[in-house]
Structures are given as structure tokens and as C-alpha cells.
């Protein structure tokens, strides 16, 4: 056993390549233990295991810079880097993060969570590297997924442009999270099919240019030819053009190769792409069966390969995927676009039924956002299905071309509040703040999956530009789903409980958070009012002016960050119509980044929870109001 002694990479450099085989196999081993646990991100993971050990076997980190796309690919990394014995704590709160993390390691040079970022920091490191007059290695690992997100073109644009000394390691393993789309795709399929004709690029330029001259405009034909034979015939030959040198296809679990390539790679002047084949999954058969299932894995037996899932009520998601499907039926026009989550959107059972109405563009949430503001003008009516995380991503794109154009696009924004374990990375806290201040955008949050379906028709019916509806990443409440759908006015709130002189407007899960302290605070006799503000543009001004016309103190509750969302709104609207004397105080997402745990644990932390909620509405009784939210306790 090579696993239990190592602590440090350096000490690989002494290991024989066979030596470094049968520790891939114990990090394996390893990995499949520790996630049938935890879960998280195995089959990437067990894709990676020969190119991390090739990595930190060839070079020395952390002087030389590894820097990990996405970084949900980086155990075997951390396992080499002195953090095995924390792996029990994986993406659990204070535990191991499930992405590259600064503090954790000096091995960690650059976070990430979100795709495509590698190939500019390397860019930005080498430069630095340049710049300070030092010659350490920069190293992206890219994979294919990644690489359609727009920025990893940007990077590879000025990359080859600059030509500086870096290397960018492709793990093509023709997956995304679901299987991998697009032209680059297809590129690179080619190359993984094409590997008989493949000859070295030099080698093939020798060969033509054995060719004799001739003279005239033959010689331009000619010279045409030798340019489609070199395209048939050099793989790579599109990194080639744009200024890389391609090494490779490799085969990613051959690590003797993948260490020659590395050396043959060092002797380059400027970029140089290696091109890896991995399997997703590799060594564990449920997990390469089916790496779409594996990529991010919840704890699982490891004989049978089970998974083992919380029993509870359809997820929001869910419930979003199936409504989808009867709006779809109503309206030909409908059409899904993902950017690459079209699993995670709940979306695949809509693909079934309507084959070609389910549009993912890859790793592409801007280009997404711009697609769909052209079918809108088109008179289609697109769903853009998303993450609220990954449409920070398309900020401008809603604002530029969706929002300004007024395109009837419905956005459905899924993990909108706390994510668990993903992290901050991950967390879906911003969009109501970098959204409701757009013109012409109407922004939904249901407070149960019922709800939602009521929102996803309103949007449909809608017809006069954007029209959003955010739901969280949990189970849904497990309200009874009303067969027949309707069009919510647009702007209007919901008053859930009348109040003696408080009430709570919350908005999504917070809403049954309200309930639950009312319930409390209702045994202790106190009666706090509960409104249901579903609409977080426009909002309700009649429900907000009549609160105001009977003195009512507010709290406004959201799983979003206090700063700019629902909260901000209210104060706003209040100030806007010389209300000053409104008493209103704001429970939100403090100003932090809230890292990985599980939601109830991040609820907590930032004082989401049913008690905080009954403290805050108890010291609010007792203290004298002030205009906008400032109070102080009365003596
Ligand atoms: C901007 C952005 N959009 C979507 C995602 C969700 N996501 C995480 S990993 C992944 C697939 C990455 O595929 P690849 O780079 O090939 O890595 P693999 O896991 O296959 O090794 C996706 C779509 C993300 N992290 N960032």
C-alpha cells in the first residue's frame, strides 16, 4: 500500500511507473469508499486519476500552477496533496470543500466552481510568470464540456495569439454532465475515431512537401491540395492553426505516455494542448455505465451501485419538468433551451415527448440568453431553463438583449436560494438583486411546487416581455397540485394571515418559514401577519400602501442577499412614495460568501431559521419605530 504513506507530491518522483499504476488503483479504491459516503463528483474524479498522478509526477506544485477547470475534478489532486485523511468530511460544513480551495492547500492556486475560467488564469499566471522574469509551468486542465463555454474561446483567441509558454491538458471524455453538443464536440469525436489516419504534423508536412513544384496555376491547386491532405491527415490541426502546438491524442489512463508527452510538451516554446482520452467513471463499472448518473453522485452502495436517495416530495424541479409538458402540449411554439444542465433542469422526460423542442447549446449561458431573445422575436416561446448561479453568466446578455428588446422569453431559474453542498459557488442568491432592476423584466417566486405551476402558466400567457419564475433546490412542500392552471395577476401579493400590528412578507421556502414562526409566536399570543409577496416585480403597491395606511411593522424575509433583493424593494417603494415612516426590517443573505454545507445548515448560519425569525419579530414589538428599518429598543 503506496496510499497510507503518502503525504506530499515530491514523493511520487521517486515511484516507478508501475509503482505509480497500483497507486492509481488505490485512489480508486479510495475514492469509491470515501464517496459511497459522502457523494459528490466521482465519476470526474475516476476519469482523472493517471493525469493527476502524471501532473504532479512531472512537475512540482505548487511552484508550477495545475489549475483545474470547473474544479470538481480535483480530489485525486487533493488526495496527493496531503488531504486524504479529511475526505470523511467532504463538501460537508467546516469539511473538505468539493472545488479547488484556496485555503485549504498552497496546491490550490485558483478557484472555481463555474466553468471555462481555466484557460485565462493560466493566461494570467503565465503572464504574471513572464512579467516577474520567473519560469515555473503553468497547467490547465480543461475538459471537453468546459470548453464550450464561450470564455475557454476567448482564452485560447489570446492564448495563441501571445504565445507564451503554457500548457492546456484537454481531458476529452466526450461528456459534459449529460453527453457532450456541439461542432468542438464533433471536432473532437473525430479525432478519437479518425486515430488510424493520424500521422505527427511534422511528419506530414515532410510527406508533402516530397510532393514536386510546379509551376503556374497548377501550382495553386496543388498547394490547395496539400492544404486539405494536411487537414485530413494532422490531428489537432484547428489548435495548430490558432497558435498551440497539439500533442497527442493520448490515452489519459496510460500513464507512461502521458508522462512522455508531458516532457515532449516541456521542450515547446509557447502553448501547447495535450489532447487526453479518459472514460468518465473509469474503474468503477455503474459509474462508467453511466457517467451522466455518476457525475455528481449522492451516497451509493458499492456493490450494487444503489443509490441511496432522501425519500420526500417531488423536487421543484420536478414538478417544473412535468408542468412543462402540459404547457408544451397547449403551445407548439413552447421550446426549452439549457445551457448543458438538461438533466439538472429536469428537462429530459420534456426531450422525450418532444423531440427537438429541448435545445442544449453546451456550456453557453450567454449565448443561450441571446438564442432565446431571437426566437421570442421571432414569435417562438422559449424557456430558458437555468441555474440561477450560472445566468450571472448572461447578466448582459438579459439586459442587452433580451430586457431592451421587451422579448417574450420566460426564464426558469432553478436552484434560486441556497445550493448545500456545491457551495458558494453555487449559491442562488444574486439574481433577484441583479434582475429586478432591469426594465420591462417581471420576476416570479412561488412559495410551494402548486404555486409554481401557476407561474409557469401566467408566464406562458404573458405577453408583453421577459417574465421569470425562481424556485429553490429542495423538496417541494407537498401541496396539492391543482389540475386546472391560471394566470396569476400579474404584481399581486398574497395575504396568507392577518396580524395584530407585525407582519412578515417573505417570498419562496421562506414563506413556510413564516408560517412555522407564526405558528410559534401564535401559542406565545402573539399574531404575526404573513404576506406572500410572489411577485418580486412589480410589486405589490395597493397590499404595500394599505400595510403602511394600518401601522403595520414589517419583516421582510428572503433566501436571497439582503443587499438589492426583495427587502431593498420594499425600502424602496416606501422612500419612492415619501412613506417614511414605515417600519421595516430586512432578514436576508448577509454580505459573505456562504460555503458549503447543507441548506439547513446555511439557513442557520445566516439566521434563515424559524427561531431567528420569532426573535426578531418579538424585539421588534418591543422597540420604538424609526423610519426605514433603523429601531431601537424602547427603555
Ligand atoms: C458556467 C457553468 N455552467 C454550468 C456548469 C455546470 N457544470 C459543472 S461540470 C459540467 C460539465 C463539465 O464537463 P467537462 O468539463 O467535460 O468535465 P468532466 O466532468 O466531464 O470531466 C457542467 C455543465 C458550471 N459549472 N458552470
Redesign the pocket.
Known amino acids: 500500500m503506496l496510499l497510507p504513506q503518502l503525504n506530499d507530491p515530491k514523493q511520487l518522483k521517486s515511484l516507478s511507473i508501475e509503482q505509480l499504476n497500483s497507486l492509481a488503483e488505490e485512489i480508486r479504491r479510495f475514492l469509491i469508499e470515501k464517496l459511497s459516503a459522502t457523494g459528490g ?1 466521482l465519476a ?1 474524479n475516476l ?1 482523472v486519476v493517471e493525469l493527476t498522478l502524471a501532473l504532479h509526477y512531472c512537475y512540482n506544485s505548487p511552484q508550477d500552477k495545475f489549475i483545474f ?2 474544479g ?2 480535483a480530489y485525486v489532486h487533493k488526495i496527493l496533496t496531503g488531504r486524504k485523511d479529511r475526505f470523511d468530511s467532504l463538501r460537508k460544513q467546516d469539511g473538505l470543500c468539493g472545488f479547488v480551495k484556496r485555503s485549504e492547500s498552497e496546491h490550490d492556486v485558483w478557484e472555481a ?4 475560467t481555466s484557460l485565462s488564469a493560466a493566461m494570467g499566471m503565465a503572464m504574471a510568470r513572464d512579467f516577474k522574469g520567473e519560469d515555473n509551468k503553468v497547467v490547465a486542465v ?6 464550450t ?1 464561450g470564455m475557454a474561446f476567448e482564452a485560447l483567441n489570446h492564448i495563441g495569439h501571445e504565445r507564451r509558454k503554457l500548457m492546456v491538458i484537454l ?1 476529452d ?1 466526450e ?3 449529460a453527453p ?1 453538443v456541439g461542432a468542438m464536440h464533433n471536432y473532437l469525436s473525430r479525432i478519437r475515431s479518425d486515430r488510424h489516419y493520424l500521422r505527427a504534423k511534422d511528419e506530414v508536412e515532410g510527406l508533402l512537401k516530397k510532393i514536386p513544384a510546379i509551376g503556374g496555376r497548377l501550382a495553386k491547386t496543388a498547394e490547395r491540395m496539400k492544404d486539405r491532405l494536411k487537414y485530413m491527415m494532422v490531428p489537432g490541426v484547428l489548435f495548430e492553426e490558432l497558435g498551440f502546438t497539439y500533442l497527442g491524442p493520448v490515452d489519459g489512463h496510460d500513464l507512461e505516455t502521458m508522462i512522455d508527452t508531458f516532457h515532449q510538451a516541456d521542450n515547446v516554446a509557447g502553448p501547447v494542448l495535450v489532447h487526453v482520452l479518459t472514460t ?1 467513471g473509469k474503474g468503477y463499472k455503474p459509474a462508467e455505465a453511466d457517467s451522466y448518473k455518476w ?1 455528481g453522485i449522492t451516497p451509493y452502495k458499492i456493490e450494487s451501485g444503489q443509490v441511496l436517495k432522501a425519500v420526500g416530495n417531488p423536487m421543484y424541479t420536478e414538478v417544473f419538468g412535468q408542468t412543462l409538458i402540459e404547457l408544451g402540449r397547449q403551445d407548439e411554439r413552447l421550446i426549452a433551451v439549457t ?3 438538461p438533466g439538472g433542469s429536469g428537462l429530459f422526460p420534456f426531450a422525450e415527448e418532444f423531440p427537438g423542442r429541448m435545445i442544449d447549446v453546451g ?1 453557453a ?1 450567454q449565448h443561450a440568453a441571446t438564442l432565446c431573445a431571437a426566437l421570442a422575436m421571432e414569435g417562438m416561446k422559449p424557456v430558458f431553463a437555468v441555474y440561477s448561479t ?1 445566468m450571472q ?1 448572461a447578466y448582459d446578455q438579459i439586459v442587452h438583449d433580451i430586457c431592451r428588446h421587451n422579448a417574450n422569453v420566460m426564464f426558469a431559474i432553478d436552484r434560486a436560494g441556497f445550493v448545500g453542498a456545491d457551495g458558494e459557488t453555487h449559491q442562488g442568491v444574486y439574481d433577484i438583486a441583479f434582475m429586478r432592476h432591469i426594465p420591462n423584466i417581471v420576476l416570479m417566486m412561488p412559495r410551494d411546487e402548486n404555486e409554481l405551476r401557476h407561474m409557469m402558466k401566467t408566464a406562458l400567457e404573458y405577453n408583453d416581455g421577459p417574465i421569470a419564475y425562481r424556485y429553490p433546490r429542495v423538496n417541494g412542500t407537498g401541496a396539492a397540485l391543482d389540475p386546472e392552471l391560471r394566470s396569476l395577476p400579474i404584481g399581486s401579493w398574497e395575504r396568507l394571515r392577518p396580524g395584530d400590528d407585525i407582519a412578515v412578507i417573505a417570498c419562496g421556502p421562506m414563506v413556510q418559514v413564516a408560517e412555522e414562526a407564526a405558528d410559534q409566536l401564535k401559542r406565545e399570543g402573539i399574531q404575526a401577519g404573513i404576506v406572500n409577496a410572489r411577485f418580486l416585480k412589480p410589486l405589490d403597491g395597493s397590499m404595500l400602501q394599505s400595510l403602511a395606511r394600518a401601522g403595520t411593522k414589517l419583516l421582510v424575509l428572503e433566501e436571497a442577499s439582503q443587499a438589492g433583493s426583495l427587502g431593498s424593494a420594499v425600502l424602496e417603494y416606501y422612500a419612492g412614495h415619501g412613506l417614511h415612516s414605515v417600519s421595516v426590517e430586512l432578514m436576508g443573505v448577509p454580505d459573505i460568501f456562504v460555503e458549503h454545507g447543507s441548506i439547513k445548515e446555511q439557513r442557520q448560519l445566516t439566521g434563515l431559521t424559524v427561531e431567528s425569525v420569532c426573535g426578531r419579530i418579538k424585539s421588534m414589538r418591543a422597540a420604538r419605530s424609526y423610519p426605514y428599518g433603523k429601531t431601537t429598543t424602547s427603555s
Open positions: 463528483h470526474s476519469g477547470d470547473v470538481h475534478q466552481g463555474h466553468s471555462s480543461i475538459g471537453d464540456g468546459a470548453l463555454g481531458n471524455n461528456m459534459s454532465i457532450n468518465k457525475h445551457p448543458a444542465m456550456i449561458e450560472f453568466r
